[in-house]
């Protein structure tokens, strides 16, 4: 149940993959406002096979947005935000923003890794939140979609996954 690295296990063992998990969002989601808001269905549940093993959290999302409009996403053990950015005054911490994208059909794909330390063999659930920064009506912000969603071929969507792997220390 595990994959050892070509050249072996380390000195005093460890180092291999235990267990990988997916989840893959194909349908779209819309949110608007500057509270964080979870992803319908970007989740993923790992169980650590020891409370000594790291897990790599890998979102990978297809974000649109109004044109003109700043947002970013953060990633949650539970409730608790990782791999965010340091706390400084009022500003916003985040694991990655973007805003000021071309035009109102464009879509952009960020992925971003971090390697967690969860201390835990009990079931641990990562998830995505999404934020805008204005409240003005009509500044959605979307996953795997754009802003401007004709019915047409000119017009996509597109995925977003969220992956965990456990790696044994």
Same mark, same amino acid.
């Given at each position: 149940?595990?994959?050892?690295?070509?050249?072996?296990?380390?000195?005093?063992?460890?180092?291999?993959?235990?267990?990988?998990?997916?989840?893959?969002?194909?349908?779209?989601?819309?949110? /608007?406002?500057?509270?964080?808001?979870?992803?319908?269905? +970007?989740?993923?549940?790992? =169980?650590? @096979?020891?409370?000594?093993? !790291? $897990?790599?959290?890998?979102?990978?999302?297809?974000?649109?947005?109004?044109?003109?409009?700043?947002?970013?996403?953060?990633?949650?053990?539970?409730?608790?935000?990782?791999?965010?950015?340091?706390?400084?005054?009022?500003?916003?911490?985040?694991?990655?923003?973007?805003?000021?994208?071309?035009?109102? /059909?464009?879509?952009?794909?960020?992925?971003?890794?971090? +390697?967690?330390?969860?201390? =835990?063999? @009990?079931?641990?659930?990562? !998830? $995505?939140?999404?934020?805008?920064?204005?409240?003005?009506?009509?500044?959605?912000?979307?996953?795997?979609?754009?802003?401007?969603?004709?019915?047409?071929?000119?017009?996509?969507?597109?995925?977003?996954?969220?992956?965990?792997?456990?790696?044994?220390?």
């Amino acid at each position: 149940n595990s994959i050892i690295p070509v050249a072996g296990v380390p000195t005093g063992g460890g180092g291999g993959i235990t267990q990988i998990k997916q989840t893959v969002k194909t349908d779209t989601f819309t949110m /608007t406002g500057t509270t964080f808001t979870d992803v319908t269905g +970007l989740s993923v549940t790992i =169980t650590p @096979s020891s409370s000594s093993s !790291k $897990v790599l959290i890998i979102p990978s999302l297809s974000i649109g947005a109004k044109k003109g409009a700043r947002h970013g996403y953060r990633i949650l053990r539970g409730s608790t935000a990782i791999g965010v950015g340091d706390s400084s005054g009022s500003r916003t911490q985040y694991t990655q923003q973007a805003g000021n994208l071309n035009s109102d /059909t464009a879509v952009y794909s960020n992925t971003f890794l971090f +390697l967690d330390s969860p201390a =835990t063999t @009990s079931a641990t659930t990562y !998830k $995505v939140q999404l934020r805008s920064e204005t409240d003005v009506s009509g500044y959605e912000v979307y996953i795997n979609r754009s802003d401007d969603d004709q019915d047409n071929a000119s017009y996509g969507r597109s995925a977003s996954t969220i992956t965990a792997i456990e790696v044994s220390a």
